[in-house]
């Protein structure tokens, strides 16, 4: 998908179309997570996750943290031998 840069204040931003902000549920103020991968410049924007809320990690964290640990389960074993 093609899209162009705007100014926005002294900053620049991508904008997103109506469609992919309402299929994932997108809000004004939501964070995202923005990384450049170093040999290919390639910029992926994926949907931030919220760790702490009110001093205490969010459920939606812990979910998943847990959803990690089960998938990696054999590996952690196998580096605890």
Do not use: N, W
Not at 28 to 40: A, E, N, Y
């Amino acid at each position: 998908m093609r899209r162009k840069l705007v100014k926005t204040g002294s900053s620049l931003a991508v904008t997103l179309p109506a469609e992919i902000v309402d299929s994932f549920g997108l809000e004004k103020g939501q964070d995202v997570d923005l990384t450049i991968h170093p040999s290919t410049g390639a910029i992926t924007i994926r949907l931030g996750v919220r760790e702490f809320e009110g001093g205490r990690t969010t459920r939606r964290f812990r979910d998943l943290v847990d959803e990690l640990v089960k998938e990696r389960a054999a590996l952690y074993r196998a580096l605890a031998k």
